[in-house]
């Protein structure tokens, strides 16, 4: 939970909705060390697509534009169930889904990508993790390289990954398939304190070493320094980030104005069982409480910005 937060204040968000992350019903075949979701499932007696379906039509009533993330687990494990809780979510909402994108042992490479053009206008962005050290047998880059829809590769830089030499041989892997990287501060270890902290970041000081830092957007919880790269062999020029987030999703604060303390809500959870909770330590979420929730403009804006070396 995070700190200070007394959960009986009334909720507020930013307009449109908070994030909603749908953790899939099924398990995935990876060990990865940093994941904190792996120890879920370990009992899946309770899971129920049935009830995640419910769940995501209740989010929609609420917030009919809010953003969803499907994550697990591994969401493309199950195909038939990741088509049915798909399905639930509105063309009003954006859809992310995040992956390792194994080699699927009962799943074909062509049933996978067959799977995905057939949702190319619905889903928003897959998010595709690759690391430094493989956690998992990876699908081949060239297979992320067919996905039909805009795909990003994110890479947490676990531990003290301690190989600044490397970070650029891995951008001029995908910077050969044009996919934009985000490179992830190990999130247990981030803090109010360090969310900011640049001189003594010294992944940040890397990643300046090697690539041209172009700006810094940012807000309470999360922020992203973009970068961009230049790889001769291929004369393109590509987009990466590194991106900071705090361990938590809520923060209690006081509306100046008028006096009221808030629990702020920058994601909701809809767990394997259906279960709703507002933060990442199995903190459940009010549902009814959430229907009368309060909206402020999202704080999240550019801090830096150098226009003559943005692209887009």
């Given at each position: 939970m995070a700190p200070n937060v007394n959960q009986k204040n009334p909720y507020k968000t930013r307009?449109?909705?908070?994030?909603?992350?749908?953790?899939?019903?099924?398990?995935?075949?990876?060990?990865?060390?940093?994941?904190?979701?792996?120890?879920?499932?370990?009992?899946?007696?309770?899971?129920?697509?049935?009830?995640?379906?419910?769940?995501?039509?209740?989010?929609?009533?609420?917030?009919?534009?809010?953003?969803?993330?499907?994550?697990?687990?591994?969401?493309?494990?199950?195909?038939?169930?990741?088509?049915?809780?798909?399905?639930?979510?509105?063309?009003?909402?954006?859809?992310?889904?995040?992956?390792?994108?194994?080699?699927?042992?009962?799943?074909?490479?062509?049933?996978?990508?067959?799977?995905?053009?057939?949702?190319?206008?619905?889903?928003?962005?897959?998010?595709?993790?690759?690391?430094?050290?493989?956690?998992?047998?990876?699908?081949?880059?060239?297979?992320?390289?067919?996905?039909?829809?805009?795909?990003?590769?994110?890479?947490?830089?676990?531990?003290?990954?301690?190989?600044?030499d490397r970070l650029y041989d891995f951008a001029k892997r995908w910077c050969k398939y044009q996919i934009p990287i985000q490179f992830r501060y190990d999130y247990t270890e981030t803090t109010p304190e360090n969310l900011y902290e640049e001189e003594n970041d010294s992944i940040l000081q890397d990643l300046k070493k090697h690539f041209t830092y172009i700006g810094l957007d940012g807000c309470r919880m999360r922020n992203g320094f973009h970068f961009k790269y230049f790889v001769d062999e291929y004369k393109k020029w590509e987009k990466m980030t590194y991106h900071k987030t705090l361990p938590y999703s809520t923060i209690e604060e006081k509306d100046e104005k008028t006096g009221i303390t808030y629990n702020i809500l920058y994601d909701i959870l809809i767990k394997q069982t259906g279960e709703f909770h507002s933060d990442w330590d199995n903190t459940p979420l009010d549902i009814e409480k959430y229907k009368k929730v309060v909206y402020e403009p999202y704080d999240l804006k550019f801090l830096y910005k150098n226009e003559k070396e943005w692209i887009e």
């Open positions: 307009i449109g909705g908070c994030t909603c992350t749908v953790f899939v019903p099924y398990d995935c075949n990876n060990n990865c060390p940093f994941c904190i979701n792996k120890k879920e499932y370990a009992d899946t007696s309770n899971f129920s697509l049935e009830k995640i379906i419910e769940s995501i039509k209740i989010v929609d009533s609420i917030t009919p534009a809010c953003d969803f993330v499907f994550t697990g687990g591994e969401p493309f494990a199950n195909l038939s169930s990741l088509e049915k809780m798909l399905n639930t979510v509105p063309n009003t909402h954006k859809i992310y889904i995040n992956t390792t994108f194994p080699v699927q042992p009962n799943i074909t490479e062509d049933e996978t990508i067959d799977f995905i053009s057939g949702y190319k206008d619905k889903i928003t962005c897959i998010n595709i993790s690759r690391h430094m050290h493989p956690y998992v047998e990876e699908s081949s880059d060239e297979l992320v390289a067919k996905i039909p829809t805009k795909k990003r590769i994110n890479c947490v830089l676990y531990k003290n990954y301690n190989r600044d």
